[in-house]
T-cell receptor, first 118, second 113 residues
């Protein structure tokens, strides 16, 4: 168990458009999901914590109006990159805690979404 | 801020050789996790260590948690090309940040045939 999916896996869009990325926990419930951004050959950079039924908590320096997060159910969180620009091009990864089983903050990651903004 | 420092940043070895990756901090952690990430994929949890002095084995991978719970190491015996990837250590973020993890900078391991 503990499978997390992301869709799409890869997206190319024009500058100025908005892109929505979905993150789903397939076989467990997740009250908390996390969104990361990763640059080539670098570690994960936490962008925000997505809480089911409440507003997301953004890390310092991350624009909440730029990166809209919605966590509508215990198995789905979405990240929308609004008015995307080339500098938003990156690898976006989501993760989830297993409800009531994450004694040690273990996170299970999706396969990531490669966003390219032309 | 509890920082996790990983070393080395990059490791290139030949198939069959052994390697060790280190994860160090000046702070005590209740637990530490190791993840491996392959190119274009999300990280995959390898192990969680929770007890000071603990040693866990996963086939050819041996994980240790320091007695003081400030450091951890990952040792790979007889590395294979399939071990190639970015190895990340992670620990719980500060109190009040339920569920959050902080990650080390990662160690890129390349195993050539």
């Amino acid at each position: 168990g503990a499978v997390v999916s992301q869709h799409p896996s890869r997206v190319i869009c024009k500058s100025g458009t908005s892109v929505k990325i979905e993150c789903r926990s397939l076989d467990f419930q997740a009250t908390t999901m996390f969104w990361y951004r990763q640059f080539p050959k670098k570690s994960l950079m936490l962008m925000a914590t997505s809480n089911e039924g409440s507003k997301a908590t953004y890390e310092q320096g991350v624009e909440k109006d730029k990166f809209l997060i919605n966590h509508a159910s215990l198995t789905l969180s979405t990240l929308t990159v609004t008015s995307a620009h080339p500098e938003d091009s990156s690898f976006y990864i989501c993760s989830a805690n297993r409800l009531a089983k994450s004694l040690y903050n273990e996170q299970f990651f999706g396969p990531g979404t490669r966003l390219t903004v032309l | 801020t509890q920082l996790l420092e990983q070393s080395p940043q990059f490791l290139s070895i030949q198939e069959g050789e052994n390697l060790t990756v280190y994860c160090n901090s000046s702070s005590v952690f209740s637990s530490l996790q190791w993840y491996r990430q392959e190119p274009g994929e999300g990280p995959v949890l390898l192990v969680t260590v929770v007890t000071g002095g603990e040693v866990k084995k996963l086939k050819r991978l041996t994980f240790q948690f320091g007695d003081a719970r400030k450091d951890s190491s990952l040792h790979i015996t007889a590395a294979q090309p399939g071990d190639t990837g970015l190895y990340l250590c992670a620990g719980p973020a500060l109190r009040g940040s339920w569920g959050k993890l902080q990650f080390g900078a990662g160690t890129q391991v390349v195993v050539t045939p």
